[in-house]
């Protein structure tokens, strides 16, 4: 099979019917052999009953349905569990994407041996001030952080080796780092390929300010996990006997000093008068605690479980 074109949802059910004609024509046009996967991320208004008509029409649509909404990231890793094509391709059910693009980054996947293209809506039809602004310094952060130099992490329009989808792990809010998490695999032949973006058709955005904010502390821990995630004793270790081994000088010094001053008869405080007391006492605490993090951070990795972070309720 070519292709394999996973589209999570949510309350599509006006566009779902239009997409699925607008990818069947492409498909025809360029004589691919493809499955359309649609999963429905807890859509309350129909959205899996019009998937579950279209699966009994054609053969090439099938659904996966979630009990109640789990995100994004969660509806990416279902279908990539499913997908079987040569060529991944994701893409959003809002009719914001263009079918019409997936020629193309098949062609690059597939001839010139890209592990991964992601789409870039060089000119957006949306909000200047509430998505466009935000996203580009959403974006940069991501550059500065990740190595890859890509302008738009976040589109949903991607394409991906069948090998890279299956050797990733998309949970939480991951979505938007999908490539970062493909390079920390090893897949390193990722680029960008300028997309079209279409204005929404039908219905309204499900993401608010919020997806901003969450983007950058998501960043931020996937910056800390690719640093230390499979070694968290060299990040909180470090830390403890750094603080302490200053807590144990400090309050070395505080006794030397004390009993220095006893030994020559100087004027001298009790010893819990002295705010250097507290500040080592506070610090040695502190370090046996951050070294005790990491130690359970280390026996953490060695005995946990991958637990599945969603339910399905139907597949088709």
């Known amino acids: 099979m070519d292709l394999s074109i996973v ?26 052999t493809y499955e359309i996967i649609f999963i429905n991320d807890g859509s309350t208004d129909g959205s899996w009953e019009i998937i579950k008509k279209l699966s009994s029409e054609f053969e090439t649509v099938r659904g996966i349905n ?6 994004k990231s969660q509806a990416l890793h279902a279908g990539f569990i499913e997908a079987k094509g040569d060529v991944v391709i ?49 974006n940069k952060a991501a550059r500065m952080t990740s190595g890859l130099k890509l302008h738009d992490f976040n589109c949903g329009l991607k394409a ?42 039908y219905g309204k955005t499900k993401f608010g300010a919020e997806r901003f904010i969450n983007g950058f502390l998501d960043l931020v821990t996937l910056w800390f996990f690719s ?8 990040l909180f270790g470090a830390i403890g006997v750094l603080m302490f081994f200053v807590g ?15 030994w020559n008869g100087l004027p001298n405080i009790l010893v819990v008068d002295n705010p250097w007391f507290y500040i080592a006492l506070s610090s ?24 599945k972070q969603y339910s399905i309720s139907e597949k088709i």
Not at 8 to 15: G, H
Not at 66 to 71: A, E, H, Q
Not at 180 to 198: M, S
Not at 251 to 261: D, E, M, P, Q
């Open 227 to 234: 640093k230390f995630g499979k070694r968290p004793m060299h």
């Open 160 to 201: 991906y080796k069948l090998d890279v989808v299956k050797n990733i792990n998309v949970n939480g809010e991951m979505h938007r780092y999908i490539p970062v998490l493909a390079k920390q695999a090893g897949f390193t032949k990722i680029d960008e390929k300028i997309v079209q973006h279409q204005a929404r058709k």
């Open 90 to 138: 994701t893409m959003d059910a809002d009719l914001q994407d263009n079918p019409e693009e997936i020629p193309e980054l098949f062609h690059l996947i597939k001839t010139e041996d890209y592990d991964l293209i992601s789409g870039w809506k060089k000119k957006r039809y949306d909000s200047v001030l509430f998505k466009n602004l935000p996203s580009k310094l959403f």
């Open 248 to 262: 144990f000088l400090s309050a070395v010094w505080i006794g030397a000093s004390k009993l220095y001053k006893l």
């Open 284 to 307: 040695m605490i502190i370090g046996v605690q951050m070294f005790l993090a990491g130690f359970l951070g280390e026996l953490f990795l060695r005995t946990k479980h991958k637990q």
């Open 66 to 71: 979630f009990r109640k909404n789990y995100g």
């Open 7 to 32: 589209i999570p949802l949510l309350n599509e059910s006006e566009s779902l019917k239009e997409l699925h004609s607008w990818i069947r024509d492409v498909m025809q046009n360029n004589k691919f």
